[in-house]
């Protein structure tokens, strides 16, 4: 299948501060990409949808002002955590959709987020 | 939001075929099923999808009910390291496809 790739696999920041954290597809362009987090022990929650060259869309209850999103090329989305608390601390996963309008979305291998 | 229903957790032994049920009464007719497995602290992994005939890859097959409202996820000859989290997604049909994730079936796989 195709490869996504996330950098960096675990992070630990200071409360206060912002993290970014990147979402690479290696070997196919990504129009679509998604980012998701998820607790521990709990299913995968989805934040917000990622088009390359537009706004992102997120979902209700996310705060876009706290999770900013870039979808700058085909390959590559950020997501960057600004002011971070420790409740932010969380396991963050992307996951892009090959092609236009392809049907099958694969995952990154996730990143984790300790906010201290 | 997720539209399917799945039992919390499920035993199979070793060798034995693993077979993971999904509810998903309101599907509408252009909703693909997708599962999709989740070992811990990994990224989901695509296992398979479809829209109303049954298919089959190397991993598994998937049977849906003629009515769509359910279907099978079928490991044939289940291993220990097939022990994950596995998710049985409806497909949004929009411009964005979106995946929204319920809360998955714990397959524990026993020697």
């Known amino acids: 299948g195709a490869v996504v790739s996330q950098h960096p696999s675990r992070v630990i920041c200071k409360s206060g501060t912002s993290v970014k954290i990147e979402c690479r597809s290696l070997?196919?362009?990504?129009?679509?990409m998604f980012w998701y987090r998820q607790f521990p022990k709990k299913s995968l929650m989805l934040m917000a949808t990622s088009n390359e060259g537009s706004k992102a869309t997120y979902e209700q209850g996310v705060e876009k002002d706290k999770f900013l999103i870039n979808h700058a090329s085909l390959t590559l989305s950020t997501l960057t955590v600004t002011s971070a608390h420790p409740e932010d601390s969380s396991f963050y996963i992307c996951s892009a959709r090959v092609g236009w309008g392809g049907n099958t979305i694969y995952f990154g291998e996730g990143s984790w987020l300790t906010v201290v | 939001d997720a539209k399917t229903t799945q039992p919390p957790s499920m035993d199979c032994a070793e060798g034995r075929a693993a077979n993971l049920p999904c509810n998903h009464s309101t599907i509408s007719g252009n909703e693909y099923v997708y599962w999709y497995r989740q070992i811990h602290s990994q990224g989901p992994q695509y296992i398979i999808h479809?829209?109303?005939n049954n298919e089959t890859n190397e991993m598994a097959s998937l049977i849906i009910t003629e009515d769509r409202k359910s279907s099978t996820l079928i490991l044939p000859h289940a291993t220990l390291r097939d022990t994950a989290v596995y998710y049985c997604?409806?497909?949004?049909?929009?411009?964005?496809?979106?995946?929204?994730f319920g809360s998955g079936t714990k397959l524990n796989v026993k020697p």
């Open positions: 070997d196919f362009q990504a129009t679509t």
């Open positions: 997604i409806v497909r949004v049909a929009d411009n964005f496809n979106k995946f929204y």
């Open positions: 479809g829209l109303k």
